[in-house]
């Protein structure tokens, strides 16, 4: 049975590899889209706008500012000067996300008190938004840290994550596996399709001749007798 299934692969692998259109259809698709997807199809955001609206004016909130402003993710930092800037700003896409200090925001982080801060994200690009929505957090979840260094933590345990196989975390690394996997299916599919369509025209193409094609002449018709 192995046996009878080795032969049919490797006689379906000769006829297609056999013509240069289906080594094209093969190869070429592949090797351009896993080159270029990559850069194109990523989830990364960088060079976003940010809003920031401070109505504390503290250390804290001027020290994450900074942070947010130094950023990879960030390129364009606005600084409102009032609320009714919040909304046009949200509005007219000029800003993909916008924070907003409250005015006790400093005094209760000396305090050691939970101090909240708004978070408002373009709905219209919320895959973006999101994204940078999670680096905003990891930035305040790591100045939070810094703040508690030193001081009675209410638990001892710390987890700490380390990737082996992609410690840069390059979103790169991650598309070109599941690229290849689809490019290489959808071309599977293709060259199956082209196949079942030559022999379909090739078995149309021999039944005409055989209808057009005359008799010889030393052919003749003899009726059938039992």
Same mark, same amino acid.
């Given at each position: 049975?192995?046996?009878? &299934? ?46 920031? $609206? ?24 606005? *600084? ?16 993909? &996300? ?36 999670? %680096?905003?957090? +990891?930035?305040?979840?790591? $100045? +939070? ?13 710390? *987890?700490?994550?380390?990737?082996? $196989?992609?410690?840069?975390?390059? $979103? ?6 599941? &690229? ?27 039944? %005409? ?14 009726? %059938?007798?039992?």
């Amino acid at each position: 049975m192995f046996h009878r &299934l080795w032969t049919l692969i490797r006689k379906e692998l000769q006829s297609l590899l056999r013509e240069p259109q289906t080594r094209a259809i093969l190869i070429l698709p592949v090797l351009i889209q896993v080159i270029l997807f990559p850069f194109a199809a990523t989830l990364e955001v960088t060079n976003a706008t940010i809003a920031i $609206y401070d109505e504390d004016n503290g250390e804290h909130s001027v020290e994450l500012t900074q942070r947010f402003a130094r950023a990879s993710a960030f390129t364009h930092v606005l *600084l409102l000067k009032s609320p009714q800037e919040i909304r046009p700003t949200i509005d007219t896409q000029k800003a993909l &996300l916008l924070v907003r200090f409250p005015a006790d925001f400093s005094r209760k982080l000396d305090t050691f008190q939970t101090a909240p801060l708004q978070l408002i994200l373009d709905g219209r690009n919320s895959n973006s938004a999101q994204i940078a929505a999670n %680096y905003l957090q +990891q930035i305040v979840k790591n $100045y +939070q840290q810094e703040l508690l260094e030193g001081k009675p933590k209410p638990n001892n345990s710390e *987890l700490v994550v380390r990737n082996w $196989y992609n410690p840069n975390l390059d $979103y790169k690394w991650f598309v070109v596996p599941s &690229l290849i996997a689809m490019i290489t299916t959808i071309g599977v599919m293709i060259v199956t399709s082209l196949s079942v369509a030559a022999n379909v025209n090739k078995v149309r193409s021999i039944s %005409y001749w055989f209808r057009r094609s005359p008799p010889g002449r030393s052919s003749s018709a003899k009726p %059938y007798r039992r």
